[in-house]
C-alpha cells in the first residue's frame, strides 16, 4: 500500500517495494534460504546418499531450531521406520549412526497415518488432543515437542525427517513445517539421483559440464509428471536460455562460455532449492529448464523472476551474465511436447523484448497487440491504423471467455499501451454502482529498467472523491468516453493538471468503460520519452470499451466485487463504530463486520489483562461458557509478543494452533494486534473453515479494521470498567 497527501490522485513510487510484513519475513527467512542453498547444492552435487543425508540433518537442526533432529526410512515389508541418523542433543537412548532403531507402525499411529496419506504430524505434550504414544515417547526423550514430515520420492513415501525440541522450549511454527518439507523435498533428490546413478550409466542422465540431469532425464521426469497429474492439479515448465552465449565464446574464448553456463546451472540449483517439487535440468546448448509439480503459471514466473535475482546478486566480482526464461503452464491431458512449445514461445518473447527477463504464454498472446499498438507512432495513417490494431487486440484477446474479469482485460490493453507509446506508468480504478469515489485496483510502471511491471492493490487502500475531478466524474457518469491532458495546456481541466504536476508527469490519457462489477478508469501517464500521447487516446477509448466482459450479472468478477464490498465495508464500520459507547459495545461492531466481510466461522476480539486473554466481543459461532487463555498461547500469543500480523493457511499444519469446541473444523487464521494508546490492548482473532481463506492482502484491510476499533477505544476507555 502506497502512502501519500491528500491532494495526490497517483503515486509512480518503486513497484518492488515490499511492505513491513514481507520485509520482516524476509529478513527471518535469511537463514532458512542459506540452509536450502547448502542442502541444495549437495545434493545437486551427490550421487550416494550417504554423501548429503549428514549434511542435511545438520543444516536442518540449525533451521529449525531444534534440539535433536533424525532421517529415518520406512521398510513396507516389515511395517516399520528404521532411522538412519540423528543430530543434535542426543538422550542416552540415541546413537548419531543407530544399528538398529526401529519404530513399529503399529505402536506408533501417527507414523502409520504418515505412510498412508504423506501429511506432516506433531505433537505438543501439553495439548489436550496428544497422541498418548508420542507424549510418552518425548518424555522418555526428555523433549516437549517434536514434528515430523515425510520424504516423497516419485510419488511414494520413503522415509521422514523427525525434529524434537527440548523442556520449555517454544513449539515448532508452519513455517518450520513448510521449511522441513522442502528440505525434505531436496533429500528426495538425492535419492532420486543415488537409485538413478546405481541403476543405470551417469554419463546417460547427466550433464557433464554444469552436473544437471540432462534432456533425457528431464524428458523421462517430466513423463512421469504428466502421467501423475489429475485434473486440477498443477504442473509449470519454466525454460530458460543464456543470452549471447555466442558472443561470449566468441569474444572471450569458449572457457568464459562455460563459466557463463556453470553460472546459470548454479542459480537454478540455488533457486530451485526453496521450491518443492523443483526438478532443474539442461535441455541444450544454452538453454536450461525447470519442471515445477505442484505449480501454477504464477508459480514458474515467480521462479525465472528469483532466478534473475540469484543471477545477480551473484554477479559481483564476477563475469556478468544474463537469462531469458519462458514459463508455461500444463492442464490436464496436455503433452510435454505442448508444453514445451509454449514455454519455448514465451522464451523467444523474452528474446525479442531484449532478454534478461521473464515472459509468460499470457504474454505471447499480448506481443501482436504491443506491436500493433506501437506501429500508431510510426504509421502516416491513424485511422487506418486503427482498424488494423482493433483486429490484432480481438485476435489477441478471442479466447477470453465471459468468465475473465474486466481488470485482467484491461492490465492487458493498459500494458500494451504502455510499451507501445513509452508512457511512464498506467492506473486502473473502478467506481462502483451509485458509488462516488475512485478506487484504485491496479498500477503498472515503465521505468525501471525498461522493465514493464504491474502491481494490484488491496481493496480500499486509495480513494479519491469524484467530486474533486470534474473532468473524470463526467466521463464516469456518462459510463464511457476519453480525454487527454497535456501539463502544458493553459485551458487544461485545473484538478488533472494539479496532479500532472504534483507526479512530475507531463501527460495523461484517460478513457472509462463500464460493466456490471462498476465504471472503469484506465489512466495512461505520460513523460517526455513517451510518444505523442494524443494520438493514443482514440484507440485507448475504443480499445477499453471493446475487452470488457458481457453485460450480465453472471459474468462479473467475484475477485472485483469482493474489493469493492471491502472497501465499502471499511468505511460503514467506521461510521458505525463512532456511535459505539464503550469497549464492549465497540468490539461487537468490529467483530460483526469482520465476520460479514470474510465469512468467517468465528470473529473473536480478546482484550489482554496481565498474562490472560479474554473475551470482549465475538460473532458468528459462539464460544460456550467462559473462554480464557494464556496471553502467550497458540497464535493470539504469538501475534501480540511479536506484534505483528499471524496468518496460518492452515491450522492442521500450525503445531501452536490451539483450537476449541467452538473452533472445531477451522482450517484458516488470521490474527492482527490491537493497539491502544500506546500499550498492547488485545487482539482480532479470524477463523475460516476453509483452507488459504486469508491472503497477505487481507492484513493490511483487517489491520485497518483494528486501528479504527483502537481509535474508539482511545476515546470511550480501553476497558477499565469491564475488569472493574
Same mark, same amino acid.
Given at each position: 500500500?502506497?502512502?501519500?497527501?491528500?491532494?495526490?490522485?497517483?503515486?509512480?513510487?518503486?513497484?518492488?517495494?515490499?511492505?513491513?510484513?514481507? +520485509?520482516?519475513?524476509?529478513?527471518?527467512?535469511?537463514?532458512?534460504?542459506?540452509? /536450502? /542453498?547448502?542442502?541444495?547444492?549437495?545434493?545437486?552435487?551427490?550421487?550416494?546418499?550417504?554423501?548429503?543425508?549428514?549434511?542435511?540433518?545438520?543444516?536442518?537442526?540449525?533451521?529449525?531450531?531444534?534440539?535433536?533432529?533424525?532421517?529415518?526410512?520406512?521398510?513396507?515389508? +516389515?511395517?516399520?521406520?528404521?532411522?538412519?541418523?540423528?543430530?543434535?542433543?542426543?538422550?542416552?537412548?540415541?546413537?548419531?549412526?543407530?544399528?538398529?532403531?526401529?519404530?513399529?507402525?503399529?505402536?506408533?499411529? /501417527?507414523?502409520?497415518?504418515?505412510?498412508?496419506?504423506?501429511?506432516?504430524?506433531?505433537?505438543?505434550?501439553?495439548?489436550?488432543?496428544?497422541?498418548?504414544?508420542?507424549?510418552?515417547?518425548?518424555?522418555?526423550?526428555?523433549?516437549?515437542?517434536?514434528?515430523?514430515?515425510?520424504?516423497?520420492?516419485?510419488?511414494?513415501?520413503?522415509?521422514?525427517?523427525?525434529?524434537?525440541?527440548?523442556?520449555?522450549?517454544?513449539?515448532?511454527?508452519?513455517?518450520?513445517?513448510?521449511?522441513?518439507?522442502?528440505?525434505?523435498?531436496?533429500?528426495?533428490?538425492?535419492?532420486?539421483?543415488?537409485?538413478?546413478?546405481?541403476?543405470?550409466?551417469?554419463?546417460?542422465?547427466?550433464?557433464?559440464?554444469?552436473?544437471?540431469?540432462?534432456?533425457?532425464?528431464?524428458?523421462?521426469?517430466?513423463?512421469?509428471?504428466?502421467?501423475?497429474?489429475?485434473?486440477?492439479?498443477?504442473?509449470?515448465?519454466?525454460?530458460?536460455?543464456?543470452?549471447?552465449?555466442?558472443?561470449?565464446?566468441?569474444?572471450?574464448?569458449?572457457?568464459?562460455?562455460?563459466?557463463?553456463?556453470?553460472?546459470?546451472?548454479?542459480?537454478?540449483?540455488?533457486?530451485?532449492?526453496?521450491?518443492?517439487?523443483?526438478?532443474?535440468?539442461?535441455?541444450?546448448?544454452?538453454?536450461?529448464?525447470?519442471?515445477?509439480?505442484?505449480?501454477?503459471?504464477?508459480?514458474?514466473?515467480?521462479?525465472?523472476?528469483?532466478?534473475?535475482?540469484? !543471477?545477480?546478486?551473484?554477479?559481483?566480482?564476477?563475469?556478468? !551474465?544474463?537469462?531469458?526464461?519462458?514459463?508455461?503452464?500444463?492442464?490436464?491431458?496436455?503433452?510435454?511436447?505442448?508444453?514445451?512449445?509454449?514455454?519455448?514461445?514465451?522464451?523467444?518473447?523474452?528474446?525479442?523484448?531484449?532478454?534478461?527477463?521473464?515472459?509468460?504464454?499470457?504474454?505471447?498472446?499480448?506481443?501482436?497487440?504491443?506491436?500493433?499498438?506501437?506501429?500508431?507512432?510510426?504509421?502516416?495513417?491513424?485511422?487506418?491504423? /486503427?482498424?488494423?490494431?482493433?483486429?490484432?487486440?480481438?485476435?489477441?484477446?478471442?479466447?477470453?471467455?465471459?468468465?475473465?474479469?474486466?481488470?485482467?482485460?484491461?492490465?492487458?490493453?493498459?500494458?500494451?499501451?504502455?510499451?507501445?507509446?513509452?508512457?511512464?506508468?498506467?492506473?486502473?480504478?473502478?467506481?462502483?454502482?451509485?458509488?462516488?469515489?475512485?478506487?484504485?485496483?491496479?498500477?503498472?510502471?515503465?521505468?525501471?529498467?525498461?522493465?514493464?511491471?504491474?502491481?494490484?492493490?488491496?481493496?480500499?487502500?486509495?480513494?479519491?472523491?469524484?467530486?474533486?475531478?470534474?473532468?473524470?466524474?463526467?466521463?464516469?457518469?456518462?459510463?464511457?468516453?476519453?480525454?487527454?491532458?497535456?501539463?502544458?495546456?493553459?485551458?487544461?481541466?485545473?484538478?488533472?493538471?494539479?496532479?500532472?504536476?504534483?507526479?512530475?508527469?507531463?501527460?495523461?490519457?484517460?478513457?472509462?468503460?463500464?460493466?456490471?462489477?462498476?465504471?472503469?478508469?484506465?489512466?495512461?501517464?505520460?513523460?517526455?520519452?513517451?510518444?505523442?500521447?494524443?494520438?493514443?487516446?482514440?484507440?485507448?477509448?475504443?480499445?477499453?470499451?471493446?475487452?470488457?466482459?458481457?453485460?450480465?450479472?453472471?459474468?462479473?468478477?467475484?475477485?472485483?466485487?469482493?474489493?469493492?464490498?471491502?472497501?465499502?465495508?471499511?468505511?460503514?464500520?467506521?461510521?458505525?463504530?463512532?456511535?459505539?459507547?464503550?469497549?464492549?459495545?465497540?468490539?461487537?461492531?468490529?467483530?460483526?463486520?469482520?465476520?460479514?466481510?470474510?465469512?468467517?466461522?468465528?470473529?473473536?476480539?480478546?482484550?489482554?489483562?496481565?498474562?490472560?486473554?479474554?473475551?470482549?466481543?465475538?460473532?458468528?459461532?459462539?464460544?460456550?461458557?467462559?473462554?480464557?487463555?494464556?496471553?502467550?498461547?497458540?497464535?493470539?500469543?504469538?501475534?501480540?509478543?511479536?506484534?505483528?500480523?499471524?496468518?496460518?493457511?492452515?491450522?492442521?499444519?500450525?503445531? +501452536?494452533?490451539?483450537?476449541?469446541?467452538?473452533?472445531?473444523?477451522?482450517?484458516?487464521?488470521?490474527?492482527?494486534?490491537?493497539?491502544?494508546?500506546?500499550?498492547?490492548?488485545?487482539?482480532?482473532?479470524?477463523?475460516?473453515?476453509?483452507?488459504?481463506?486469508?491472503?497477505?492482502?487481507?492484513?493490511?484491510?483487517?489491520?485497518?479494521?483494528?486501528?479504527?476499533?483502537?481509535?474508539?477505544?482511545?476515546?470511550?476507555?480501553?476497558?477499565?470498567?469491564?475488569?472493574?
Amino acid at each position: 500500500m502506497t502512502i501519500r497527501g491528500p491532494e495526490t490522485r497517483r503515486s509512480l513510487s518503486d513497484p518492488r517495494r515490499r511492505d513491513g510484513h514481507a +520485509a520482516q519475513s524476509l529478513r527471518a527467512g535469511e537463514q532458512e534460504h542459506s540452509a /536450502l /542453498l547448502r542442502v541444495a547444492a549437495a545434493c545437486a552435487g551427490a550421487n550416494q546418499l550417504d554423501d548429503v543425508l549428514e549434511l542435511a540433518a545438520e543444516e536442518a537442526l540449525l533451521a529449525v531450531g531444534a534440539d535433536s533432529l533424525s532421517v529415518g526410512r520406512f521398510d513396507r515389508d +516389515a511395517r516399520s521406520l528404521q532411522v538412519l541418523i540423528n543430530v543434535g542433543e542426543l538422550s542416552e537412548l540415541e546413537e548419531r549412526f543407530p544399528e538398529d532403531e526401529n519404530y513399529p507402525l503399529e505402536s506408533f499411529p /501417527l507414523l502409520a497415518r504418515m505412510l498412508e496419506d504423506g501429511e506432516p504430524y506433531f505433537t505438543a505434550v501439553d495439548a489436550h488432543d496428544a497422541d498418548p504414544t508420542q507424549v510418552r515417547l518425548l518424555g522418555e526423550l526428555g523433549r516437549s515437542s517434536d514434528l515430523a514430515v515425510p520424504i516423497i520420492v516419485e510419488d511414494l513415501i520413503w522415509g521422514e525427517v523427525w525434529a524434537a525440541k527440548g523442556i520449555g522450549e517454544p513449539a515448532f511454527r508452519a513455517e518450520d513445517v513448510s521449511l522441513l518439507e522442502l528440505i525434505a523435498g531436496q533429500i528426495a533428490t538425492a535419492i532420486t539421483r543415488a537409485e538413478m546413478f546405481g541403476r543405470v550409466s551417469r554419463l546417460a542422465y547427466e550433464d557433464p559440464l554444469t552436473g544437471l540431469p540432462n534432456r533425457r532425464a528431464f524428458e523421462e521426469r517430466l513423463d512421469r509428471a504428466l502421467a501423475r497429474l489429475r485434473e486440477g492439479d498443477s504442473l509449470a515448465l519454466l525454460v530458460c536460455d543464456l543470452d549471447g552465449l555466442k558472443q561470449i565464446n566468441d569474444t572471450r574464448g569458449h572457457a568464459a562460455g562455460d563459466r557463463a553456463l556453470k553460472t546459470a546451472a548454479q542459480a537454478l540449483v540455488r533457486t530451485a532449492a526453496g521450491r518443492r517439487g523443483a526438478f532443474a535440468a539442461r535441455l541444450s546448448g544454452d538453454e536450461f529448464c525447470v519442471l515445477l509439480e505442484g505449480r501454477d503459471l504464477f508459480g514458474a514466473v515467480s521462479m525465472g523472476m528469483a532466478v534473475l535475482e540469484s !543471477i545477480d546478486s551473484g554477479a559481483a566480482g564476477r563475469e556478468s !551474465i544474463s537469462l531469458s526464461c519462458g514459463a508455461a503452464s500444463a492442464g490436464f491431458g496436455d503433452s510435454g511436447s505442448e508444453l514445451l512449445r509454449a514455454a519455448d514461445a514465451a522464451l523467444y518473447a523474452a528474446k525479442r523484448r531484449g532478454g534478461g527477463r521473464v515472459c509468460s504464454v499470457a504474454e505471447t498472446a499480448t506481443e501482436t497487440l504491443v506491436e500493433a499498438v506501437g506501429s500508431l507512432r510510426r504509421e502516416d495513417s491513424p485511422m487506418r491504423e /486503427l482498424d488494423r490494431v482493433v483486429d490484432a487486440i480481438a485476435g489477441a484477446l478471442e479466447d477470453a471467455g465471459p468468465e475473465e474479469s474486466a481488470i485482467d482485460r484491461l492490465e492487458v490493453v493498459a500494458s500494451a499501451f504502455m510499451q507501445g507509446f513509452d508512457f511512464a506508468s498506467f492506473a486502473i480504478s473502478i467506481v462502483p454502482p451509485r458509488g462516488d469515489h475512485l478506487i484504485d485496483i491496479a498500477n503498472g510502471w515503465n521505468r525501471d529498467a525498461d522493465a514493464l511491471q504491474s502491481v494490484r492493490f488491496a481493496p480500499a487502500s486509495e480513494q479519491y472523491p469524484l467530486a474533486d475531478y470534474p473532468q473524470s466524474a463526467e466521463l464516469i457518469s456518462a459510463g464511457c468516453g476519453s480525454f487527454s491532458v497535456l501539463a502544458d495546456d493553459p485551458e487544461a481541466d485545473p484538478a488533472e493538471a494539479a496532479m500532472l504536476a504534483e507526479l512530475r508527469m507531463s501527460s495523461v490519457v484517460t478513457a472509462v468503460s463500464s460493466c456490471t462489477e462498476g465504471s472503469f478508469m484506465v489512466e495512461l501517464f505520460g513523460d517526455e520519452r513517451t510518444h505523442e500521447p494524443e494520438r493514443a487516446e482514440r484507440a485507448l477509448r475504443l480499445l477499453v470499451q471493446s475487452v470488457m466482459p458481457p453485460l450480465h450479472p453472471d459474468h462479473a468478477s467475484s475477485a472485483t466485487a469482493a474489493r469493492i464490498e471491502l472497501a465499502e465495508r471499511v468505511t460503514a464500520h467506521a461510521r458505525e463504530l463512532a456511535a459505539a459507547h464503550d469497549p464492549h459495545e465497540a468490539a461487537v461492531v468490529t467483530s460483526r463486520h469482520l465476520a460479514a466481510a470474510y465469512g468467517c466461522h468465528v470473529v473473536h476480539v480478546v482484550e489482554r489483562r496481565g498474562d490472560r486473554l479474554a473475551l470482549v466481543g465475538e460473532a458468528g459461532s459462539p464460544t460456550p461458557g467462559t473462554w480464557d487463555q494464556a496471553a502467550t498461547t497458540g497464535l493470539i500469543g504469538r501475534a501480540l509478543s511479536e506484534r505483528a500480523a499471524v496468518i496460518s493457511s492452515d491450522v492442521q499444519r500450525e503445531p +501452536a494452533y490451539r483450537g476449541t469446541e467452538a473452533t472445531r473444523g477451522v482450517r484458516s487464521e488470521l490474527v492482527v494486534p490491537i493497539v491502544a494508546d500506546g500499550e498492547d490492548w488485545g487482539a482480532l482473532n479470524l477463523e475460516h473453515l476453509d483452507v488459504d481463506a486469508f491472503a497477505i492482502d487481507d492484513v493490511a484491510i483487517v489491520e485497518a479494521f483494528a486501528a479504527q476499533l483502537a481509535a474508539r477505544l482511545e476515546v470511550v476507555g480501553t476497558g477499565a470498567e469491564l475488569r472493574a
